[in-house]
């Protein structure tokens, strides 16, 4: 099991010479997106969060150029200013993002830029590549080829690939050069879209991060992956739920430590709105699972036809 006394919960992230801890605080809904989460978070809420964060066992935090326009990073800046500067063990993970149909090689530089005024940090050690699959693959290359230069030049420390469509991410890892694959939504316990590009990217010797959604608020939730989730989606996340509490525990404790328990993902990136849920998170990660119950929640899972990538 692993938890923050174990000696696996900081572990190298890949090939990279990083040290992360096994989950990664996820900044998006930090960033005041309420037509994406369906709520808004207050900066002053925010940076709590990650004054929080600072002062727990995750010992990293994702963020993006994109999120809020900015202000994800924003906010992330200011705390890190208020914390009175980042702990020398403390990784920020950022990613370049489209300024609207914009992922020129140029506009990659600007991005990097502009998370780094916006963090007032003078390293970025972890730059993604954001969401490529809502663009051209062969317009891509400029914004591949750039990202890769900065790295090259010093600019930046090492270079990811983060999105959610895996046929269009292996396509990216096809490239060539990217240490670390962000893939969300799609290693869950309703969806294993993922699995394939998953074994790829550890046979590549790319490390391999998760991010995911839906199943920490099973009663008050219906997105998945940013969309609507399906009715066999949703059924199946009420009879998860049900089963999880039958077992005295609940869905999100399950669902993080299934993502956690895998080998296979060096980190899972969770979501954090509020202060006390740092501290819920750890107590997750220590909470011991039966395995009758990790049984039931496998049995539960939706057909494949029902996944993200099955509903094409």
């Known amino acids: 099991m692993t938890s923050p006394s174990s000696s696996d919960w900081l572990r ?66 200011q705390a890190i200013a208020e914390y009175g500067g980042l702990p020398g063990d403390f990784l920020v993970a950022t990613k370049v993002d489209a300024d ?54 010093g600019e930046i420390g090492h270079v990811g690939l983060a999105g959610g469509d895996t046929t269009e991410l292996a396509r990216y890892l096809d490239l060539g050069a990217f240490e670390v694959l962000l893939v969300h939504n799609r290693w869950s316990l309703v969806d294993q879209s993922a699995g394939e590009l998953i074994r790829r990217g550890v046979a590549d010797g790319i490390a391999v991060v998760y991010g995911g959604g839906i199943l920490a608020n099973p009663r008050g939730a219906t997105r998945y992956a940013y969309r609507e989730a399906s009715p066999a989606v949703l059924e199946a996340v009420a009879e998860m739920d049900r089963a999880c509490r039958e077992h005295g525990t609940d869905l999100a404790t399950a669902a993080l430590r299934h993502s956690t328990g895998n080998p296979d993902i060096a980190a899972t990136v969770v979501g954090i709105s509020k202060p006390e849920r740092v501290g819920q998170l750890i107590a997750a990660m220590e909470a011991e699972l039966p395995a009758a119950l990790l049984d039931r929640l496998n049995e539960l899972r939706p057909d494949p036809r029902h996944w993200i990538e099955g509903l094409r």
């Open 12 to 77: 190298p992230l890949g090939s990279t010479g990083l040290t992360v801890s096994a989950l990664c605080a996820g900044g998006g809904v930090l960033s005041g997106m309420r037509q994406t989460f369906g709520y808004d978070v207050p900066r002053s809420q925010a940076v709590d969060v990650v004054l929080r964060v600072l002062d727990s066992p995750i010992r990293w935090i994702d963020t993006s150029n994109g999120y809020g326009a900015g202000e994800g990073e924003l906010r992330i800046g």
């Open 100 to 153: 609207g149909r914009d992922y020129s090689g140029e506009r990659v530089r600007r991005s990097v830029a502009e998370s780094k005024e916006r963090l007032d940090l003078a390293e970025l050690p972890l730059v993604y590549l954001h969401d490529p699959e809502f663009h051209d693959f062969e317009s891509m290359r400029d914004a591949v080829d750039t990202l890769m230069q900065l790295r090259e030049d």
